[in-house]
Every structure is written in C-alpha cells, then in structure tokens.
C-alpha cells in the first residue's frame, strides 16, 4: 500500500518528545516559546503564537480581526472546510472565491469581480482568507491591491505551504497580508501530532492572538485594568480559550523543522519526477508560478475526462495506490448547503473537483513507488 501522505519520523524526533516528557513542563513551559521563535526565524515572522491546531489558530486570527456578527468572510471555494467554518465560529458568514483552473488557488481576477459587485451591494467582505492551496502561494500581491482598494485585511491559510515562497519571501513573512496560519497535522509538511501557528508582523495582533489562545487572561500588568494586587494576580480582558499548544507537540515540531528544507527539496524533487513520468499521460499535471516554490503538500492532477475519475481511482485504490481528492467545494456540503448555497456558486471549482486526484507524495517515498503509482495511473487511464 502507497499511502497518499505520511510523516517522517526519525530518532531525533523521538528523542526529542521523551526529554520533554522528563522534564518539568508538559505545557505552558520553554519548548513551545522556542518552536514559536524558530518558526518566526524560518519564516521570517516577526511574531509567532503557537497553537494545538490550524484550525484554532484561523478561530484566533479572525477574532483578532475583529470578525463577529454582521461581518463577511470570503475564502477560496477550494479548500479544506476549516478555512471557512472559522468565520462562523465567530458569529461572522461567509462566502466563496473561485479558483484559477491550473494553480488551484484563488482567483484575483474572480475576487476582483466579486468584490465590485459586493461593493455596489454595500456587502464587502470584512476579512479574505486566501488558501495556498496544494503549497503553492496564491498571488499574493493581486489580492493585496485588492485589499488596498476595498479595505479588508487578510489571513493567509498557509497549512499546506510551510517553507514555501512567494518572489523573494518565504510564505508567512506577511507582507500581503495580516496573519498567516500554519498547520502542523501529520499529513502536513512538518508535525507535531496536532498542532498549528499563527505568524504576523503586527505586534497588536500578536498580542490578540495569544489572548485568545489562552483564556483571555494576561500577566502583563500594561494589559490590566486594575492595579496588580500580587505575583499571583492576573485578569481575563477577553473571551478567549484553551487552544494551547503543549510541550509535547511542541518538541515535536521543533525537531521536525530542523528537517523542514530537506521535506521541501524532496518533495519539489518527486513533484518533477511525476511531471516526467506522467508527461505522455492525457491529464494535467499542477502548475507552478516561476515566481514562487511550492512545498508540495499534494501532487494534484487533473483527468483530461471527468467521466473517468472514479474509475481510475478506484483503479488505483485496488492496486495498492491509496489516491484522495482534495477537496470538494466547501459550499457543496450538506450543512453549507443548509446555509443556502447551491450549485454554480464557483463552476471552475466545481469543474476542477469532478476531475481532481491527489498522487500519493510525502518526503520518504521511494522512487520505486513512485514508479509503481507512475505504472498503475497509466495501466488505469489505458
Ligand atoms: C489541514 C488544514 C486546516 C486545518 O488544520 P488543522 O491543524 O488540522 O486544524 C486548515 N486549512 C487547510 C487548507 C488545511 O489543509
């Protein structure tokens, strides 16, 4: 069996999580301050907040902007539903972008369009969270005019795309954008079993997020309302939660990132050998910016026939090569659908689902496999 993802794990990182386990804090001790700063290092953020998931990092981020009732929230149509549930955590609605066909990110020129009409409607979105979808960086740039013009902020869902870039810039340097957020879930680039990261450059929104990370309580006496009353004193401010990140996961992380670039040299390398060895084959294999590098979470072909897709999955699937699809558009799901979406929202995003397969991919996949995924995929298109 090839799965479609796997981490690697190695010695040091086992190494890693039992000297924690030694060790006097299983949270809220120095490892996950020292993940936190290696990330920002890696990516150069200059704020991290560490969290035990993305998706309670993107909860965090769009309370820090200040989505609540009455505000809008649009994300790609394309994407894990995580990217869109977080708006409506927070009292906010959302809606959705559609796709470039051959990156599979948000369009600019569909949001362009979209927030025209939404301006018109006095209906303009209060946050854009644009996916770097498969680990590609959306156009960074595009969206940010657009958020010049139109007034909203941005949140980078970057959990496929740790160690990515985008021109000169590794993705979370948040030059785009307010936040980005990373996850570190097993099939992601890096791991720390659950885990996610909120980056950005503002020292404001850094402090918000860790507010809502953790209870809404702060120890920082320019944050307090009243007077310290003692060492023991603190004060809830806000309404936050318990979305920490422990020592465990952390360790984890931090041991993992010391591996991050070779993950991404190798999963660029087995990307190049698929478009090779998939070069004669009637589908699409994904492309890539030249003024960006993906970090390959997924290889994402497109079957040149719709028609065929469950066929040649299925295909796959009995011959040992576990294929997913990722994803179907978010508004096509039943409780989206039970919000009101239908049908024709996003047609390329409906278009690319119907002929999507994500290849198996993940840093210690042997060529051999490769080879074997390579044979089966012709085998089953034959
Ligand atoms: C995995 C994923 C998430 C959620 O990450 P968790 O760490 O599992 O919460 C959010 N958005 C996208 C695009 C993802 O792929």
Not at 153 to 173: F, L, Q, T
Not at 196 to 217: D, H, K, N, P, W
Not at 233 to 251: S, V
Not at 289 to 298: E, I, M, T, V
Request: charged share 20%.
């Amino acid at each position: 069996m090839i799965p479609y993802a796997r981490q690697s794990i190695e010695q040091e990182d086992i190494d890693a999580v039992c000297e924690v386990l030694r060790s006097d804090f299983l949270t809220q001790g120095p490892v996950v301050t020292q993940f936190e700063s290696r990330l920002t290092e890696l990516v150069e953020a200059t704020h991290a907040v560490a969290f035990n998931s993305a998706t309670s990092a993107l909860h965090a981020a769009c309370l820090s902007l200040g989505v609540g009732p009455g505000d809008s929230v649009w994300t790609s149509a394309i994407s894990f539903v995580a990217s869109a549930n977080c708006a409506l955590y927070c009292g906010g609605e959302v809606d959705f972008v559609d796709i470039e066909p051959d990156t599979f990110n948000m369009s600019v020129s569909a949001l362009s369009d979209k927030l025209a009409l939404a301006e018109s409607a006095g209906r303009l979105p209060k946050v854009v969270i644009p996916v770097h979808m498969a680990g590609q960086s959306c156009d960074m740039a595009g969206i940010g005019v657009l958020a010049d013009r139109y007034g909203f902020k941005i949140i980078e869902d970057a959990s496929h795309a740790v160690g990515g870039r985008y021109r000169n810039d590794p993705i979370g340097r948040c030059r785009h954008s307010d936040i980005t957020v990373f996850s570190f879930h097993p099939v992601k680039i890096i791991t720390s079993g659950e885990g996610g990261m909120a980056v950005t450059g503002s020292e404001e929104l850094a402090r918000r997020l860790r507010l809502y990370c953790s209870q809404g309580v702060t120890r920082d006496p320019g944050q307090m309302r009243r007077a310290p009353e003692g060492p023991w004193y603190y004060e809830q401010i806000a309404l936050g939660f318990n979305y920490r990140m422990t020592e465990i996961q952390a360790a984890l992380g931090l041991s993992q990132s010391n591996r991050l670039e070779d993950f991404i040299a190798r999963r660029n390398e087995l990307a190049n050998r698929y478009d090779h060895l998939l070069a004669d084959l009637p589908l699409d294999s994904p492309v890539v910016r030249c003024d960006r590098l993906s970090a390959f979470h997924l290889y994402i072909i497109r079957l040149r026939k719709p028609a065929e897709r469950a066929r040649v999955f299925e295909a796959l699937r009995a011959n040992g090569v576990l294929a997913n699809v990722h994803y179907a558009p978010i508004y096509t799901q039943p409780y989206y659908r039970d919000l009101g979406f239908e049908d024709g929202l996003c047609p390329v995003a409906e278009a690319y689902y119907h002929s999507a397969i994500s290849l198996p991919l993940y840093p210690a996949m042997r060529n051999e496999d490769q080879d074997q995924v390579a044979k089966q995929l012709e085998r089953a298109l034959a």
